[in-house]
Antibody, heavy 117, light 111 residues
Framework: QVQLVQSGAEVKKPGASVKVSCKAS????ISWVRQAPGQGLEWMGW????????NYAQKFQGRVTMTTDTSTTTTYMELRSLRSDDTAVYYC??????????????WGQGTLVTVSS | QSVLTQPPSVSGAPGQRVTISCTGS?????????VHWYQQLPGTVPKLLIY???NRPSGVPDRFSGSKSGTSASLAITGLQAEDEADYYC???????????FGGGTKLTVL
């Protein structure tokens, strides 16, 4: 199974930005999914690593950017204008399948982002 | 409110069979998009349980099975075991939202 290793926990103030990294190899694309404390899973978007194509959930459009560095096989998710309700564990997950919806067969360990003044 | 509706909780005794429903609409499951299922044990990362409606990844016991019909999908667990106690999520694609969507999750309690 592909291993995905994410960056460590972050604490940010409201209005700030956070950039979470996910190092993985052997994939065509990565999705980002978040989970607020005690809540369910929420899909944020995906990036195709070989061409940089992205698709963001409507809820996050204008506030999220996903990028990839093929030289280091690292994918990044940046979320801007943070609010307290952005406090969540953010997961990267490998996309599998030839069409929508992709499924996620390998997951990173999660990165806790806490937004607090 | 999630686009895909799951019961908040289900329960069953060891050895029993339980099902978890995932109800969508004509813009997601009803449009023919596949459904995938994930299991999240307490304090752990989600794990793929069923993909493309009814396929099990290697290593997933055949006690877990999935099906899809119309605008709904179901996850069935037979021979319930204490270790099955977890949260279960369905996932599909919604054409109105142009992206993946998850159900709200179902907490399975083994009595």
């Amino acid at each position: 199974q592909v291993q995905l290793v994410q960056s460590g926990a972050e604490v940010k103030k409201p209005g700030a930005s956070v950039k979470v990294s996910c190092k993985a190899s052997g994939h065509n694309g990565i999705s980002w999914v978040r989970q607020a404390p005690g809540q369910g899973l929420e899909w944020m978007g995906w990036i195709t690593t070989y061409n940089g194509n992205t698709n963001y959930a409507q809820k996050f459009q204008g506030r999220v950017t996903m990028t990839t560095d093929t030289s280091t096989t690292t994918t990044y998710m940046e979320l801007r204008s943070l609010r307290s309700d952005d406090t969540a564990v953010y997961y990267c997950a490998r996309r599998e399948g030839s069409g929508e919806p992709n499924w996620f067969d390998s997951w990173g360990q999660g990165t806790l982002v806490t937004v607090s003044s | 409110q999630s686009v895909l509706t799951q019961p908040p909780s289900v329960s069953g005794a060891p050895g029993q069979r339980v099902t978890i429903s995932c109800t969508g609409s004509s813009s997601n499951i009803g449009a023919g998009y596949d459904v995938h299922w994930y299991q999240q044990l307490p304090g752990t990362v989600p794990k793929l349980l069923i993909y493309a409606n009814s396929n099990r990844p290697s290593g997933v016991p055949d006690r877990f099975s999935g099906s899809k019909s119309g605008t709904s999908a179901s996850l069935a667990i037979t021979g319930l075991q204490a270790e099955d106690e977890a949260d279960y999520y369905c996932q599909s694609y919604d054409s109105s939202l142009s992206g993946s969507v998850f159900g709200g999750g179902t907490k399975l309690t083994v009595l």
